[in-house]
T-cell receptor, first 115, second 112 residues
Framework: GAVVSQHPSWVICKSGTSVKIECRSL??????MFWYRQFPKQSLMLMAT?????????EQGVEKDKFLINHASLTLSTLTVTSAHPEDSSFYIC???????????FGSGTRLTVV | LAKTTQPISMDSYEGQEVNITCSHN???????ITWYQQFPSQGPRFIIQ???TKVTNEVASLFIPADRKSSTLSLPRVSLSDTAVYYC?????????????FGAGTRLFVKA
């Protein structure tokens, strides 16, 4: 079945630095990828929709200059958290769809801790 | 996007059948109903999807009445490992680019 790999699974960074999270579709081409963040005991919150070769569409309230999304190929999308602060600490999850299968396939998530 | 409403939490015992109902009154004609399972610190995992009537796979059944304004996920004979959060979503099948909005989900706790 469809597999989405997310890397790293966890990362600790210092406040003020940037962190890049990768999301790869391993066995299918993902025309669209989605990025979510999830705080403890809460549901997933959609941050942005990423289409291959075009600019990401951000949800209201999500700072596009802080959360840089690149979808340069049909199998890779990246989320860069720039100038990270402790309040950016969260669980970040990507998902991918091709338009041909049931549902969407999710990555395993990245736990970001900013200290 | 159709909003979904689910119970916040449910408790069950091992071996019991668990039914989680989701309301989606504003579901559109082209929308499908999809259920996901999420364990702590993991991404959601697809469980089942349906459009109407009944769908069954190796892990669950999905019951959808004729008006499609609700759906019920049925987990037969749950075990401790089924303790997780279950999300009901409605989205348009086949586009791949239709964004998926998660509701609050149902936290299922299975006891021994």
């Amino acid at each position: 079945g469809a597999v989405v790999s997310q890397h790293p699974s966890w990362v600790i960074c210092k406040s003020g630095t940037s962190v890049k999270i990768e999301c790869r579709s391993l066995d299918f081409q993902a025309t669209t990828m989605f990025w979510y963040r999830q705080f403890p005991k809460q549901s997933l919150m959609l941050m942005a929709t990423s289409n291959e070769g075009s600019k990401a569409t951000y949800e209201q309230g999500v700072e596009k200059d802080k959360f840089l999304i690149n979808h340069a190929s049909l199998t890779l999308s990246t989320l860069t958290v720039t100038s990270a602060h402790p309040e950016d600490s969260s669980f970040y999850i990507c998902s991918a769809g091709t338009g041909t299968e049931y549902g969407y396939t999710f990555g395993s998530g990245t736990r970001l801790t900013v200290v | 996007l159709a909003k979904t409403t689910q119970p916040i939490s449910m408790d069950s015992y091992e071996g019991q059948e668990v039914n989680i109902t989701c309301s989606h009154n504003n579901i559109a004609t082209n929308d499908y109903i999809t259920w996901y399972q999420q364990f702590p610190s993991q991404g959601p995992r697809f469980i089942i999807q349906g459009y109407k009537t009944k769908v069954t796979n190796e892990v669950a059944s999905l019951f959808i009445p004729a008006d499609r304004k609700s759906s019920t996920l049925s987990l037969p004979r749950v075990s401790l490992s089924d303790t997780a959060v279950y999300y009901c979503l409605v989205d348009t099948r086949g586009t791949g680019g239709f964004k998926t909005i998660f509701g609050a989900g149902t936290r299922l706790f299975v006891k021994a």
